[in-house]
């Protein structure tokens, strides 16, 4: 069976550099007419409807987007809140242990794991029960993992949740670099060190920098 007869994907990509190959790629597998890659969020919504997307995906994305623009994308009236569904989800995929580091914005990078999600979208026991939140560690090996967040959580991203999330994260590297400096002297440890370190790095200066 196709992807083609279950998914109705759309692509959207503000960036200009890999629009031809992007376009290509999904022509390989949808051989319709439609327009299934947009730039902006006015040329997707003269092709597509408000509140007509179950399922949005940033694979990859959200370390990418500086932290001074969490607030913007996630906020009512954005993109994702206008695309979503009333009862869509926006499923978040990211590398836990990228091999490398990045420069994707001011700050280097910043990647989330489930504890800082938590903190970043305000979650509490009863959304997870509720199955508003959910996480998944498909491989159980912390590297590649997937959070499901419904479109109602979004809203709750504030100045606030975000630099309590970065705290978090600081906290959480701090702790990882101290216990590796106890393990043996590894490449995969010194790797791990390596991520850690910039992560503590990254996070420790938007704190000093947005600190009231």
């Not at 919504?45 to 399922?55: A, N």
Request: hydrophobic fraction near 35%; charged fraction near 25%; glycine fraction near 4%.
């Amino acid at each position: 069976k196709s992807i083609e007869s279950h998914i109705d994907y759309y692509a959207y990509d503000p960036g200009t550099n890999d629009h031809d190959y992007c376009s290509q790629v999904i022509k390989s597998f949808y051989h319709d007419k439609k327009t299934r890659l947009f730039q902006s969020p006015e040329d997707f919504f003269s092709h597509k409807k408000e509140q007509s997307i179950t399922v949005a995906i940033m694979c990859n994305v959200l370390h990418e987007i500086a932290p001074s623009d969490w607030l913007n994308t996630f906020s009512q009236g954005a993109l994702l809140d206008r695309a979503l569904s009333s009862d869509g989800y926006l499923l978040i995929v990211e590398d836990q242990r990228i091999p490398v580091g990045e420069m994707a914005h001011p700050l280097g990078f910043l990647v989330l794991d489930t504890p800082h999600l938590k903190v970043l979208f305000s979650v509490t026991e009863e959304d997870i029960a509720n199955k508003k939140f959910i996480a998944d560690d498909a491989r159980n090996d912390e590297r590649l993992k997937a959070h499901l967040i419904a479109k109602s959580l979004l809203g709750r991203v504030a100045t606030h949740s975000i630099f309590s999330a970065i705290e978090a994260l600081r906290e959480t590297a701090k702790n990882n670099i101290k216990e590796l400096r106890k393990t043996e002297s590894t490449y995969k440890n010194g790797q791990l060190h390596g991520f850690w370190t910039q992560q503590f790095a990254n996070a420790s200066l938007y704190i000093d920098e947005n600190r009231s």
